[in-house]
Nanobody
Framework: QVQLVESGGGLVQPGGSLRLSCAAS????????MAWYRQAPGKERELVAS???????NYADSVKGRFTISRDNAKNTVALQMNSLKPEDTAVYYC???????????WGQGTQVTVSS
Protein backbone atom coordinates (compact mmCIF):
# COMPACT_ATOMS: atom_id res chain seq x y z
CA GLN A 1 0.00 0.00 0.00
CA VAL A 2 1.21 3.51 -0.79
CA GLN A 3 -0.34 6.91 -0.28
CA LEU A 4 0.29 9.68 -2.78
CA VAL A 5 -0.11 13.36 -1.90
CA GLU A 6 -0.16 15.91 -4.70
CA SER A 7 0.43 19.63 -4.43
CA GLY A 8 1.06 22.64 -6.61
CA GLY A 9 -2.16 23.07 -8.55
CA GLY A 10 -3.97 26.37 -8.91
CA LEU A 11 -5.10 29.14 -11.21
CA VAL A 12 -2.65 30.57 -13.73
CA GLN A 13 -2.91 32.82 -16.75
CA PRO A 14 -2.19 31.51 -20.25
CA GLY A 15 1.54 31.40 -20.84
CA GLY A 16 2.25 30.95 -17.16
CA SER A 17 3.92 28.11 -15.28
CA LEU A 18 3.07 25.72 -12.48
CA ARG A 19 4.96 22.93 -10.80
CA LEU A 20 3.12 19.89 -9.51
CA SER A 21 4.64 17.59 -6.94
CA CYS A 22 3.65 14.15 -5.72
CA ALA A 23 5.05 12.62 -2.56
CA ALA A 24 4.82 8.90 -1.90
CA SER A 25 4.52 7.41 1.57
CA UNK A 26 7.12 4.74 0.87
CA UNK A 27 10.18 4.14 -1.25
CA UNK A 28 9.63 4.61 -4.97
CA UNK A 29 12.63 2.52 -5.93
CA UNK A 30 10.49 -0.40 -7.07
CA UNK A 31 7.94 1.81 -8.83
CA UNK A 32 8.17 1.73 -12.60
CA UNK A 33 6.94 4.01 -14.01
CA MET A 34 5.76 7.10 -12.15
CA ALA A 35 3.36 9.23 -14.15
CA TRP A 36 0.98 12.14 -14.32
CA TYR A 37 -2.46 11.87 -15.84
CA ARG A 38 -5.14 14.49 -16.29
CA GLN A 39 -8.88 14.57 -16.76
CA ALA A 40 -10.77 17.54 -18.14
CA PRO A 41 -14.54 17.93 -17.67
CA GLY A 42 -16.41 15.61 -20.00
CA LYS A 43 -13.25 13.89 -21.20
CA GLU A 44 -11.47 10.66 -20.41
CA ARG A 45 -8.40 10.55 -18.21
CA GLU A 46 -5.27 10.76 -20.33
CA LEU A 47 -1.57 10.18 -19.81
CA VAL A 48 0.40 13.42 -19.65
CA ALA A 49 3.90 12.18 -18.90
CA SER A 50 5.73 9.24 -17.40
CA UNK A 51 9.23 8.50 -16.17
CA UNK A 52 10.81 5.10 -15.64
CA UNK A 53 13.14 4.09 -12.86
CA UNK A 54 15.98 4.41 -15.39
CA UNK A 55 14.94 7.99 -16.11
CA UNK A 56 13.37 7.45 -19.51
CA UNK A 57 10.51 9.86 -20.15
CA ASN A 58 7.43 9.82 -22.31
CA TYR A 59 5.09 12.73 -23.07
CA ALA A 60 1.73 13.26 -24.67
CA ASP A 61 2.13 15.08 -27.98
CA SER A 62 0.07 17.98 -26.66
CA VAL A 63 2.59 18.79 -23.91
CA LYS A 64 5.93 17.98 -25.56
CA GLY A 65 8.35 20.86 -25.26
CA ARG A 66 6.28 22.53 -22.54
CA PHE A 67 6.11 20.02 -19.68
CA THR A 68 8.96 18.21 -17.93
CA ILE A 69 8.56 15.23 -15.63
CA SER A 70 11.20 14.29 -13.08
CA ARG A 71 11.52 11.86 -10.20
CA ASP A 72 13.68 11.88 -7.11
CA ASN A 73 14.05 8.37 -5.78
CA ALA A 74 15.83 9.58 -2.65
CA LYS A 75 12.91 11.86 -1.71
CA ASN A 76 10.16 9.53 -3.01
CA THR A 77 8.73 12.23 -5.23
CA VAL A 78 7.75 12.89 -8.81
CA ALA A 79 7.25 16.37 -10.20
CA LEU A 80 5.72 17.91 -13.29
CA GLN A 81 7.01 21.29 -14.42
CA MET A 82 4.44 22.91 -16.68
CA ASN A 83 5.43 25.92 -18.78
CA SER A 84 3.63 27.90 -21.48
CA LEU A 85 0.32 26.74 -20.13
CA LYS A 86 -2.75 26.91 -22.34
CA PRO A 87 -6.46 26.97 -21.48
CA GLU A 88 -6.73 23.44 -22.87
CA ASP A 89 -4.37 22.26 -20.12
CA THR A 90 -7.14 22.92 -17.60
CA ALA A 91 -7.92 19.64 -15.83
CA VAL A 92 -7.55 17.69 -12.64
CA TYR A 93 -4.05 16.23 -12.59
CA TYR A 94 -3.41 12.86 -10.95
CA CYS A 95 -0.20 11.25 -9.84
CA UNK A 96 0.07 7.55 -10.69
CA UNK A 97 2.56 4.90 -9.69
CA UNK A 98 2.88 1.35 -10.96
CA UNK A 99 4.42 -1.58 -9.10
CA UNK A 100 5.44 -4.06 -11.82
CA UNK A 101 6.22 -6.91 -9.39
CA UNK A 102 2.66 -7.03 -8.04
CA UNK A 103 0.95 -5.47 -11.06
CA UNK A 104 -0.81 -2.74 -9.06
CA UNK A 105 -1.39 0.95 -9.66
CA UNK A 106 -2.03 3.63 -7.08
CA TRP A 107 -3.50 7.09 -7.63
CA GLY A 108 -3.29 10.39 -5.85
CA GLN A 109 -6.38 12.40 -4.96
CA GLY A 110 -5.90 14.85 -7.82
CA THR A 111 -5.04 18.54 -7.97
CA GLN A 112 -6.91 21.12 -10.03
CA VAL A 113 -5.06 23.14 -12.64
CA THR A 114 -6.99 26.00 -14.22
CA VAL A 115 -5.51 28.09 -17.02
CA SER A 116 -7.58 31.20 -17.60
CA SER A 117 -7.24 34.93 -18.02
Amino acid sequence: QVQLVESGGGLVQPGGSLRLSCAASRSVFSIDPMAWYRQAPGKERELVASVTRAGNTNYADSVKGRFTISRDNAKNTVALQMNSLKPEDTAVYYCNVHFPVIGKDYWGQGTQVTVSS
